[in-house]
């Protein structure tokens, strides 16, 4: 790690912590407790407010703040790559602002480290995923967020067709399809439901609040029960696709 980008990393643990100790650092950073003095030493020299002292610990002082957008080359990177992956797996809408965040903050990076990020040698050309089923996703992820019921005409791994009202409570990626996690008013119960296999879907008027058993977490929760009685581990926090 060049010096630099240490310094920076020492700034935001101190400011995370009420109280940090030298060791801490040294431990985060893989670096002895001497170069740790140092490099705080050179930052109070360089007017950043840290207070404290060898052997007690370190904070930053009151009103010090760092620019907002300040990344390591791997973190540019990271963001690259991850903007890239979002636009192939992502809905719509999700991709675009993905894409429009990625823009702003490469705008802001000096030269060689914005080259050096859109040089990542990563790519996401195709997800499988057609422009129906991403705008499909992306009607549910906005009613997940509204919190408004849907619904849907399903088509299982059976090929039989059932029409559902369920209250959508999360889409969840397994890797090769979207499904959504939901309430199913229905049946009564929770069920995850692959988004390529919906057939028809509206967005209705109706709201719905988080009730007792009815919740995401609850959903959780019942999943992993049901796993411990098949003595099986928890592979994911949801059901798997229909």
């Given at each position: 790690m060049r010096r630099a980008d240490r310094?920076?990393?020492?700034?935001?643990?101190?400011?995370?912590?009420?109280?940090?100790?030298?060791?801490?650092?040294?431990?985060?950073?893989?670096?002895?407790?001497?170069?740790v003095y140092r490099d705080v030493a050179e930052l109070q020299h360089q007017g950043v407010p840290i207070e404290g002292e060898a052997g007690v610990g370190y904070r930053l002082g009151a009103g010090f703040e760092l620019?907002?957008?300040?990344?390591?080359?791997?973190?540019?990177?990271?963001?690259?790559?991850?903007?890239?992956?979002?636009?192939?797996?992502?809905?719509?809408?999700?991709?675009?602002?993905?894409?429009?965040?990625?823009?702003?903050?490469l705008s802001v990076l000096p030269a060689a480290?914005?080259?050096?990020?859109?040089?990542?040698?990563?790519?996401?050309?195709?997800s499988g995923i057609t422009p129906v089923v991403k705008q499909t996703l992306q009607s549910l992820r906005e009613a997940v967020e509204a919190r408004r019921k849907v619904r849907v005409n399903y088509l299982d791994l059976a090929e039989r067709s059932s029409d559902r009202v369920l209250r959508p409570l999360g889409c969840v990626y397994w890797g090769k399809v979207w499904t959504l996690s939901a309430w199913c008013e229905t049946r009564q119960d929770f069920r995850g439901f692959r988004v390529d296999r919906i057939e028809r879907l509206q967005v209705l008027n109706d709201r719905f609040r988080d009730e007792p058993g009815k919740t995401m977490a609850d959903m959780v929760r019942a999943v992993q029960r049901e796993m411990a009685d098949k003595g099986q581990g928890v592979s994911g926090p949801l059901k798997s696709p229909m």
């Open positions: 310094l920076f990393q020492i700034v935001q643990l101190i400011r995370g912590r009420r109280l940090t100790t030298a060791s801490f650092l040294a431990m985060r950073l893989e670096v002895s407790e001497r170069t620019p907002p957008l300040m990344f390591t080359q791997n973190e540019a990177n990271a963001l690259v790559a991850s903007a890239r992956l979002a636009q192939a797996w992502l809905d719509p809408a999700m991709a675009a602002g993905a894409e429009s965040a990625l823009s702003k903050i480290s914005r080259h050096a990020a859109e040089s990542v040698p990563l790519m996401a050309p195709y």
